[in-house]
């Protein structure tokens, strides 16, 4: 047996041998341009993972990448230590793949990402703190996933060198507007294409969209929507004004305050009208007035 022929001193130094033989052979690999199967590695930094029809994330990533490419795949989970061994990951593009979540911790480890793309996915929810480690990140992308209508309190929270955040064409009705305090250095919302309700809760991120009207993209907000509460009617953004939310300071509803707004353009379209009928009925009017008078004087004679 092998193992009553090796002096016991023996034992420790192979189990501490082990990973280091691990570390040194990964290293060779890495040095050896290593690429996963299906990838290509068009340079020292860079695995192009993309549209290659994968359903999970690739084993054997040369630890020192830098940029990781996996978009226009069918993968639908990240494991959350998948990103443990690529400290150096400055470049995460995972558009186009079928995340449902993101599991907490994931990012824990990826402090110096500075572009980071989940869009066109199938995230429901951005879970408070996911991005607590993010502190690098200046591009975020969460576009395109229409079922994700829940940005919770503390989600952007980290995000301090945040430039860009895309949040179009997803599933929200609303947006609570401090959970974008923590990014000063925000210069790009987007925001279009989205569900948005106009309740009361919609007031302030109407009110933040006004202000910052410069971090929208040019044009967009005046072609949105918004629904209403009780009969789903569309109405777009660009007829709204921080007066139209007044009566959320009061008891009347939006929809009433529409309902006033418009029933005020309806009597002044007919007060219109009504005066139009009136300066073509009034010299009418004048003529007959006149004829009258006329067969009177007749009668006379
Ligand atoms: C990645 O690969 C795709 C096609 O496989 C190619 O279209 C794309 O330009 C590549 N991107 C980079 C940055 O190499
Ligand atoms: C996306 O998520 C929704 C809601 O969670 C689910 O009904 C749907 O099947 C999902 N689609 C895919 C392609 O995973």
Same mark, same amino acid.
């Not at 016991?8 to 192979?14: E, R």
């Given at each position: 047996m092998v193992h009553a022929t090796t002096?016991?001193?023996m034992i420790p130094c192979i189990n501490w041998l082990q990973p280091l033989l691990a570390l040194i052979s990964s290293t060779l690999l890495t040095r050896g341009h290593n690429c996963p199967s299906s990838c290509m590695c068009p340079d020292h930094h860079t695995v192009n993972c993309t549209g290659q029809g994968l359903t999970r994330v690739p084993d054997a990533i040369p630890l020192n990448v830098r940029r990781l490419l996996l978009s226009n795949n069918w993968i639908p989970w990240i494991p959350s230590d998948f990103l443990v061994l690529y400290s150096d990951l400055v470049y995460l593009d995972l558009r186009n793949?079928? +995340?449902s979540q993101l599991e907490p911790g994931t990012l824990s480890t990826s402090s110096r990402l500075v572009f980071l793309d989940l869009g066109s996915n199938n995230l429901t929810e951005i879970s408070s703190g996911i991005f607590e480690d993010s502190t690098s990140l200046i591009k975020l992308r969460l576009g395109n996933n229409p079922f994700l209508s829940m940005i919770d309190k503390?989600?952007?929270?980290?995000?301090?060198?945040?430039r860009e955040l895309e949040l179009e064409g997803n599933g929200l009705t609303g947006l609570d507007v401090s959970v974008l305090k923590p990014l000063l250095y925000l210069k790009v919302l987007r925001l279009e294409g989205n569900p948005w309700l106009c309740d009361c809760h919609f007031a302030k991120l109407f009110a933040w969209m006004k202000e910052n009207e410069?971090? +929208?993209?040019?044009?967009?907000l005046l072609k949105e929507w918004c629904s209403l509460p009780l009969d789903g009617q569309r109405v777009p953004l660009s007829l709204l004004s921080e007066d139209s939310f007044r009566e959320c300071r009061s008891t009347l509803s939006l929809t009433d305050y529409l309902i006033v707004i418009f029933s005020g353009i309806s009597v002044s379209v007919a007060a219109i009208i009504a005066s139009f009928c009136l300066a073509s009925i009034v010299p009418c009017f004048q003529r007959l007035k006149r004829g009258f008078k006329g067969d009177e004087e007749e009668g006379i004679d």
């Amino acid at each position: 047996m092998v193992h009553a022929t090796t002096p016991l001193t023996m034992i420790p130094c192979i189990n501490w041998l082990q990973p280091l033989l691990a570390l040194i052979s990964s290293t060779l690999l890495t040095r050896g341009h290593n690429c996963p199967s299906s990838c290509m590695c068009p340079d020292h930094h860079t695995v192009n993972c993309t549209g290659q029809g994968l359903t999970r994330v690739p084993d054997a990533i040369p630890l020192n990448v830098r940029r990781l490419l996996l978009s226009n795949n069918w993968i639908p989970w990240i494991p959350s230590d998948f990103l443990v061994l690529y400290s150096d990951l400055v470049y995460l593009d995972l558009r186009n793949n079928c +995340l449902s979540q993101l599991e907490p911790g994931t990012l824990s480890t990826s402090s110096r990402l500075v572009f980071l793309d989940l869009g066109s996915n199938n995230l429901t929810e951005i879970s408070s703190g996911i991005f607590e480690d993010s502190t690098s990140l200046i591009k975020l992308r969460l576009g395109n996933n229409p079922f994700l209508s829940m940005i919770d309190k503390d989600a952007f929270s980290g995000l301090t060198s945040l430039r860009e955040l895309e949040l179009e064409g997803n599933g929200l009705t609303g947006l609570d507007v401090s959970v974008l305090k923590p990014l000063l250095y925000l210069k790009v919302l987007r925001l279009e294409g989205n569900p948005w309700l106009c309740d009361c809760h919609f007031a302030k991120l109407f009110a933040w969209m006004k202000e910052n009207e410069d971090k +929208l993209p040019m044009g967009k907000l005046l072609k949105e929507w918004c629904s209403l509460p009780l009969d789903g009617q569309r109405v777009p953004l660009s007829l709204l004004s921080e007066d139209s939310f007044r009566e959320c300071r009061s008891t009347l509803s939006l929809t009433d305050y529409l309902i006033v707004i418009f029933s005020g353009i309806s009597v002044s379209v007919a007060a219109i009208i009504a005066s139009f009928c009136l300066a073509s009925i009034v010299p009418c009017f004048q003529r007959l007035k006149r004829g009258f008078k006329g067969d009177e004087e007749e009668g006379i004679d």
